[in-house]
């Protein structure tokens, strides 16, 4: 049976990955090369193995193959082929193979790559990466098997094993219980498979970190070789965090993008510490300085992924995000003893000589600022742990459940993100090593004088909150310099060169990818922190019941009632939906359909908002289902959500910078070839 | 490995020490921290992969009914107690509300004592509740959801049986219905 | 000097923004028929135990729609929203509440997190210090070829370098 087929594929993969980790052992005893490249073709085997198990589930899936365990659980019948498909990632087996497949995906390109100037860390990187892929597989394996079978006994109780127990017939529901309502979205379709890219692809840059460590190589190597690896899988992260956004937004119907949900947090994290890294990285290929600190934000951001993920799949933590309960915890946390020891052991191990022989000089200088950068980073990660796991601790102490929601963090992370966007306007105008405060302000009065025009505009709009002021300032700060960066080094440029500006504009950007880059990363900030603030600060919402042809309004705009349809959908869906006209200053300007699906099979209730969008914001409708009224009375209630497409536009622009930074360049050929001229400060 | 141990940082050998004595109070420091977080988790994860209290002796807990009466549970020994945690939002409480109510009627005389746990209900509606069901053994509400939390209940209705010594004779989790408590209790009326 | 003043006021702003970003406070009138929006802005600061982790006022649960009557029916007796909140916290437990109140073993929750920052600070600036002392002599240097007109040259010098 093609079942056993796909389980056969998953316990090869493991074998697979155990081999890797032994012929890697080998050839660290005995140096000869034929070893290492037999673990490399176990890994790479391992990436076949995976993708035919993966195939298997997605054929099963598609096919409604009912008898199978997972498939009954997140399939059905009345779902169309792409939902059928992507179910794959719609229950914990499932994602859990296919975060093995990615991972497997990560290692395998890796092997393909030339690995003759980091010979040395191979057998390490293969070791360190297999272990953790394997132990994926291993859960899969063991404990959430996708390719279980459902069997019934003749009292009528119902089982589910690969092999068939005694006297047991094989049991096939006649329809399976579906994927869950919240998950049948397409921005629920991309936004797992990004942010396990995300999470997965970090462990590339800890495996050559843990080799680099487990070698004694006190250089740079580990980081040049898996700078790209980093900023993609931090590329995907953001992409996974951002499309979460934006599907809690369109899905979950509480008017918001961020509700501070410990899943949400327990992807932010990683996040947090992977920026810190991405940024003090620059320090050490620069300098060679921050070796230890760049080590220890590695491995934190591969502990918090691994920690993340443990917490949201083991039912330590409830959120609305968390999958069922399971019974993969106690494997998880083993694995979490022995990683995080290990890592700590091979760190304290190296400690001495990842010294730097360099001083920092001075605040003043990019170095300090980078400094300062991570030190905040590592406030707001602080905070979030924090947040995240006091109620553990108080409710095993004190005995005490305790809830701690958004207010928390935004008090405590609010001033430290607001301290990094003024960092962010500063850093691009400080030199590397030292500068002076004349040199900064000889070079910041301009754009500063620019940015002040955003708050004195909005003061002169009626804006008096002095926190909303000095954000927007900020924000206004770090656009003007980043832009100003920009024309600066292409006037020079142009100057010399006798090009026309946007040629060396161009030629600017183009040849120094990663920094142009990271500056038009910080400009999509900048458009995000705008949107944030806006939403943050200046949301309103009202909320009545309306009969037919009844007004209610909010700020500019105003609804009419108009109608309320009722009627099933041929996917199992039960549709309540109400019919708003929508006037902004007593003009009709369109129409607004927020709805209400009821899935007959899960009985669960979806409230999915109509949004009238614009760039000043958006007008977000929800219709309630608070009260039972008849089709004659409905409650509404409405959110005015001022600039927050400002988030999504940013999110375009920081992809498109990380992009930039990531892209391929001569540059990089140089820097391998030549190491020298890069440790030259400019 | 070699290269870079063979080649220490060219300081004094007296700093050297002092500065591997603070490393190493770092590090204790960083392995206690690990190891505080690590043994937090593994309690919680023990406590989450407990379940439902099912045997031995139950949490003791003192309720005060509606109707300002108190039970502690503890003072009960010698009787069977049913517990019952419901809320009136609740619908497969509703399915079982009836026959709860008869398993009262019948059973109240027979040193069987029936008590209902309100679990984050509302007052208002609990009461309406207990009067559409006509229920008249004695309910109160769950204050602080500490009895709930003390059963580590994962949702109402649940109803645990506990037996004439003090021990708890059998949970139920979901629904119950008049026959599958009736078994439990003769079986203990028996002893 | 100058790096003194500059370091003082990069503390001072980064103070500042230390200032929590408190929104106003909803002040309710104390009418008859309470609003759908005088409740939520209640129902907003509490969560239901049955749904974690979602707010009261976004909780479309039959035990949420029951929480937020007695909500209402409680600002119609006239109760304010401090009483309204102690109500819910002492009849469910204060893990209803969106956070702790600050006191008792709650208090670790709010203190930690600024401790370990400050302590974070600390440590950076120590690492600093160190080494100030004897860069008074190259600051002065530094800044000198760190001059304006030299930017150009350095476009072009990382220029050729990446060429």
Same mark, same amino acid.
């Given at each position: 049976?093609?079942?056993?087929?796909?389980?056969?594929?998953?316990?090869?993969?493991?074998?697979?990955?155990?081999?890797?980790?032994?012929?890697?052992?080998?050839?660290?005893?005995?140096?000869?090369?034929?070893?290492?490249?037999?673990?490399?073709?176990?890994?790479?085997?391992?990436?076949?193995?995976?993708?035919?198990?993966?195939?298997?589930?997605?054929?099963?899936?598609?096919?409604?193959?009912?008898?199978?365990?997972?498939?009954?659980?997140?399939?059905?019948?009345?779902?169309?082929?792409?939902?059928?498909?992507?179910?794959?990632?719609?229950?914990?087996?499932?994602?859990?193979?296919?975060?093995?497949?990615?991972?497997?995906?990560?290692?395998?390109?890796?092997?393909?790559?030339?690995?003759?100037?980091?010979?040395?860390?191979?057998?390490?990187?293969?070791?360190?990466?297999?272990?953790?892929?394997?132990?994926?597989?291993?859960?899969?394996?063991?404990?959430?098997?996708?390719?279980?079978?459902?069997?019934?006994?003749?009292?009528?109780?119902?089982?589910?094993?690969?092999?068939?127990?005694?006297?047991?017939?094989?049991?096939?529901?006649?329809?399976?219980?579906?994927?869950?309502?919240?998950?049948?979205?397409?921005?629920?379709?991309?936004?797992?498979?990004?942010?396990?890219?995300?999470?997965?692809?970090?462990?590339?840059?800890?495996?050559?970190?843990?080799?680099?460590?487990?070698?004694?190589?006190?250089?740079?190597?580990?980081?040049?070789?898996?700078?790209?690896?980093?900023?993609?899988?931090?590329?995907?992260?953001?992409?996974?965090?951002?499309?979460?956004?934006?599907?809690?937004?369109?899905?979950?119907?509480?008017?918001?993008?961020?509700?501070?949900?410990?899943?949400?947090?327990?992807?932010?994290?990683?996040?947090?510490?992977?920026?810190?890294?991405?940024?003090?990285?620059?320090?050490?290929?620069?300098?060679?300085?921050?070796?230890?600190?760049?080590?220890?934000?590695?491995?934190?951001?591969?502990?918090?992924?691994?920690?993340?993920?443990?917490?949201?799949?083991?039912?330590?933590?409830?959120?609305?995000?968390?999958?069922?309960?399971?019974?993969?915890?106690?494997?998880?946390?083993?694995?979490?003893?022995?990683?995080?020891?290990?890592?700590?052991?091979?760190?304290?191990?190296?400690?001495?000589?990842?010294?730097?022989?360099?001083?920092?000089?001075?605040?003043?200088?990019?170095?300090?600022?980078?400094?300062?950068?991570?030190?905040?980073?590592?406030?707001?990660?602080?905070?979030?742990?924090?947040?995240?796991?006091?109620?553990?601790?108080?409710?095993?102490?004190?005995?005490?459940?305790?809830?701690?929601?958004? *207010?928390?963090?935004?008090?405590?992370? %609010?001033?430290?993100?607001? $301290?990094? @966007? #003024?960092?962010?306007?500063?850093?691009? =105008? &400080?030199?590397?090593?030292?500068?002076?405060?004349?040199?900064?302000?000889?070079?910041?009065?301009?754009?500063?004088?620019?940015?002040?025009?955003? *708050?004195?505009?909005?003061?002169?709009? %009626?804006?008096?909150?002095? $926190?909303? @002021? #000095?954000?927007?300032?900020?924000?206004? =700060? &770090?656009?003007?310099?980043?832009?100003?960066?920009?024309?600066?080094?292409?006037?020079?440029?142009?100057?010399?060169?006798?090009?026309?500006?946007?040629?060396?504009?161009?030629?600017?950007?183009?040849?120094?990818?990663?920094?142009?880059?990271?500056?038009?990363?910080?400009?999509?900030? &900048?458009?995000?922190?705008?949107?944030?603030?806006?939403?943050?600060?200046?949301?309103?919402?009202?909320?009545?019941?309306?009969?037919?042809?009844?007004?209610?309004?909010?700020?500019?705009?105003?609804?009419?009632?108009?109608?309320?349809?009722?009627?099933?959908?041929?996917?199992?869906?039960?549709?309540?939906?109400?019919?708003?006209?929508?006037?902004?200053?007593?003009?009709?300007?369109?129409?607004?359909?927020?709805?209400?699906?009821?899935?007959?099979?899960?009985?669960?209730?979806?409230?999915?908002?109509?949004?009238?969008?614009?760039?000043?914001?958006?007008?977000?409708?929800?219709?309630?289902?608070?009260?039972?009224?008849?089709?004659?009375?409905?409650?509404?209630?409405?959110?005015?959500?001022?600039?927050?497409?400002?988030?999504?536009?940013?999110?375009?622009?920081?992809?498109?910078?990380?992009?930039?930074?990531?892209?391929?360049?001569?540059?990089?050929?140089?820097?391998?070839?030549?190491?020298?001229?890069?440790?030259?400060?400019? | 490995?070699?290269?870079?141990?063979?080649?220490?940082?060219?300081?004094?050998?007296?700093?050297?020490?002092?500065?591997?004595?603070?490393?190493?109070?770092?590090?204790?420091?960083?392995?206690?921290?690990?190891?505080?977080?690590?043994?937090?988790?593994?309690?919680?994860?023990?406590?989450?992969?407990?379940?439902?209290?099912?045997?031995?002796?139950?949490?003791?807990?003192?309720?005060?009914?509606?109707?300002?009466?108190?039970?502690?549970?503890?003072?009960?020994?010698?009787?069977?107690?049913?517990?019952?945690?419901?809320?009136?939002?609740?619908?497969?409480?509703?399915?079982?509300?009836?026959?709860?109510?008869?398993?009262?009627?019948?059973?109240?005389?027979?040193?069987?004592?029936?008590?209902?746990?309100?679990?984050?209900?509302?007052?208002?509606?609990?009461?309406?509740?207990?009067?559409?069901?006509?229920?008249?053994?004695?309910?109160?509400?769950?204050?602080?959801?500490?009895?709930?939390?003390?059963?580590?209940?994962?949702?109402?209705?649940?109803?645990?049986?506990?037996?004439?010594?003090?021990?708890?004779?059998?949970?139920?989790?979901?629904?119950?219905?008049?026959?599958?408590?009736?078994?439990?209790?003769?079986?203990?009326?028996?002893? | 000097?100058?790096?003194?003043?500059?370091?003082?006021?990069?503390?001072?702003?980064?103070?500042?923004?230390?200032?929590?970003?408190?929104?106003?406070?909803?002040?309710?009138?104390?009418?008859?028929?309470?609003?759908?929006?005088?409740?939520?802005?209640?129902?907003?600061?509490?969560?239901?135990?049955?749904?974690?982790?979602?707010?009261?006022?976004?909780?479309?649960?039959?035990?949420?729609?029951?929480?937020?009557?007695?909500?209402?029916?409680?600002?119609?007796?006239?109760?304010?929203?401090?009483?309204?909140?102690?109500?819910?916290?002492?009849?469910?437990?204060?893990?209803?509440?969106?956070?702790?109140?600050?006191?008792?073993?709650?208090?670790?929750?709010?203190?930690?997190?600024?401790?370990?920052?400050?302590?974070?600070?600390?440590?950076?600036?120590?690492?600093?210090?160190?080494?100030?002392?004897?860069?008074?002599?190259?600051?002065?240097?530094?800044?000198?070829?760190?001059?304006?007109?030299?930017?150009?040259?350095?476009?072009?010098?990382?220029?050729?370098?990446?060429?």
């Amino acid at each position: 049976m093609i079942v056993n087929l796909g389980y056969t594929a998953l316990l090869l993969a493991l074998l697979c990955s155990f081999y890797a980790i032994v012929s890697a052992r080998v050839y660290i005893n005995n140096n000869k090369l034929q070893w290492v490249d037999s673990a490399r073709n176990a890994v790479l085997s391992v990436w076949f193995l995976l993708t035919l198990a993966c195939l298997i589930l997605v054929y099963l899936l598609t096919n409604e193959h009912f008898e199978i365990e997972y498939v009954a659980s997140v399939s059905s019948r009345a779902m169309p082929w792409y939902l059928k498909a992507t179910a794959l990632w719609g229950g914990q087996a499932g994602s859990l193979l296919f975060w093995s497949w990615l991972m497997s995906s990560y290692t395998g390109i890796m092997m393909l790559r030339d690995w003759s100037n980091e010979r040395d860390l191979q057998p390490y990187v293969i070791t360190a990466s297999m272990l953790t892929l394997a132990f994926f597989v291993s859960l899969n394996v063991f404990v959430e098997n996708p390719f279980n079978v459902l069997w019934i006994d003749s009292f009528g109780n119902i089982t589910s094993s690969m092999t068939r127990p005694d006297a047991n017939l094989m049991f096939t529901p006649n329809d399976g219980a579906g994927l869950n309502p919240l998950l049948r979205h397409p921005g629920m379709i991309i936004h797992p498979p990004m942010l396990y890219l995300g999470f997965v692809g970090f462990v590339i840059p800890y495996s050559f970190a843990i080799g680099a460590l487990a070698v004694g190589r006190t250089d740079g190597v580990w980081i040049r070789a898996t700078r790209r690896w980093t900023l993609i899988a931090w590329l995907f992260l953001s992409l996974g965090l951002l499309l979460g956004g934006r599907w809690a937004y369109d899905v979950l119907g509480w008017g918001g993008y961020w509700g501070w949900d410990p899943v949400e947090i327990a992807a932010f994290m990683p996040w947090l510490t992977g920026t810190a890294f991405l940024h003090s990285v620059i320090i050490q290929e620069k300098h060679g300085m921050f070796k230890r600190w760049n080590m220890i934000l590695i491995i934190l951001t591969y502990a918090l992924v691994i920690f993340g993920t443990f917490l949201t799949r083991s039912g330590v933590l409830s959120s609305v995000h968390a999958f069922a309960q399971s019974s993969i915890g106690p494997l998880f946390f083993i694995f979490i003893t022995v990683t995080f020891t290990i890592s700590l052991l091979l760190l304290f191990r190296g400690w001495e000589s990842l010294a730097s022989r360099k001083t920092l000089t001075s605040w003043l200088s990019r170095e300090g600022m980078f400094l300062l950068n991570n030190l905040l980073f590592m406030g707001i990660l602080v905070a979030c742990f924090w947040g995240v796991i006091y109620p553990l601790i108080s409710e095993i102490i004190t005995g005490q459940k305790v809830t701690v929601g958004p *207010p928390f963090y935004e008090r405590t992370t %609010g001033p430290q993100f607001a $301290a990094l @966007l #003024l960092l962010m306007g500063i850093v691009p =105008l &400080v030199a590397w090593r030292i500068t002076t405060v004349n040199r900064i302000g000889h070079l910041i009065w301009k754009p500063t004088i620019i940015s002040l025009l955003v *708050p004195i505009m909005s003061i002169i709009s %009626g804006i008096f909150n002095f $926190a909303a @002021l #000095l954000s927007l300032w900020l924000a206004s =700060l &770090v656009f003007c310099v980043t832009i100003y960066e920009f024309y600066r080094g292409a006037i020079a440029r142009s100057k010399s060169s006798g090009n026309i500006f946007f040629i060396s504009l161009w030629q600017l950007i183009s040849r120094n990818r990663r920094r142009y880059g990271g500056y038009i990363v910080h400009l999509g900030i &900048v458009f995000m922190a705008v949107g944030i603030i806006g939403v943050e600060m200046f949301q309103t919402e009202t909320q009545g019941t309306l009969a037919i042809e009844e007004r209610m309004s909010l700020e500019d705009y105003s609804l009419v009632y108009k109608d309320l349809d009722e009627y099933p959908e041929n996917d199992g869906r039960f549709v309540t939906k109400a019919t708003l006209d929508v006037y902004k200053n007593n003009k009709l300007i369109g129409e607004l359909e927020p709805r209400r699906d009821y899935y007959n099979i899960s009985q669960q209730r979806m409230t999915i908002p109509d949004v009238y969008s614009t760039l000043e914001g958006d007008l977000y409708v929800l219709l309630i289902d608070w009260k039972p009224v008849g089709p004659q009375q409905a409650t509404f209630k409405v959110y005015l959500n001022p600039l927050i497409n400002w988030i999504w536009i940013g999110g375009f622009l920081f992809i498109l910078g990380t992009l930039v930074a990531t892209w391929p360049d001569q540059r990089d050929r140089h820097i391998i070839t030549n190491n020298k001229s890069i440790a030259q400060p400019f | 490995m070699a290269m870079s141990r063979t080649n220490p940082p060219k300081l004094g050998q007296s700093h050297i020490t002092v500065q591997q004595r603070k490393n190493r109070l770092g590090q204790l420091a960083v392995w206690i921290l690990l190891a505080a977080l690590l043994v937090f988790v593994a309690i919680k994860l023990f406590q989450t992969s407990l379940g439902p209290v099912r045997s031995g002796k139950p949490p003791d807990f003192t309720i005060t009914t509606f109707n300002d009466q108190t039970y502690t549970l503890s003072d009960l020994e010698g009787k069977i107690i049913v517990i019952n945690f419901w809320a009136s939002w609740c619908d497969p409480c509703k399915a079982e509300a009836a026959d709860l109510e008869m398993l009262w009627r019948d059973y109240k005389d027979k040193d069987v004592l029936l008590l209902g746990i309100d679990y984050a209900d509302t007052e208002k509606e609990a009461l309406d509740y207990l009067s559409t069901w006509d229920i008249t053994y004695p309910n109160g509400p769950d204050v602080g959801t500490t009895i709930s939390q003390s059963y580590r209940i994962r949702g109402v209705p649940e109803t645990y049986i506990v037996a004439q010594n003090g021990l708890l004779a059998k949970s139920f989790i979901g629904p119950i219905n008049y026959e599958n408590v009736e078994v439990v209790l003769e079986a203990l009326l028996d002893k | 000097m100058e790096i003194k003043w500059i370091t003082k006021s990069i503390l001072l702003v980064m103070l500042l923004t230390c200032i929590p970003f408190n929104k106003t406070p909803n002040v309710l009138a104390q009418d008859i028929n309470p609003t759908d929006d005088e409740v939520n802005a209640i129902s907003k600061q509490l969560y239901c135990p049955v749904c974690e982790s979602i707010p009261l006022d976004a909780c479309g649960t039959q035990a949420c729609i029951q929480w937020r009557d007695t909500i209402r029916a409680k600002l119609t007796d006239g109760w304010s929203e401090e009483e309204i909140k102690q109500y819910f916290s002492d009849q469910y437990g204060i893990r209803v509440l969106a956070e702790p109140p600050v006191d008792g073993f709650n208090k670790l929750l709010w203190y930690l997190p600024p401790s370990l920052f400050l302590i974070g600070a600390l440590l950076v600036t120590r690492l600093l210090s160190n080494t100030k002392n004897k860069l008074h002599v190259q600051h002065e240097t530094t800044s000198n070829i760190e001059n304006a007109n030299h930017y150009v040259e350095r476009i072009e010098h990382d220029f050729k370098k990446w060429q």
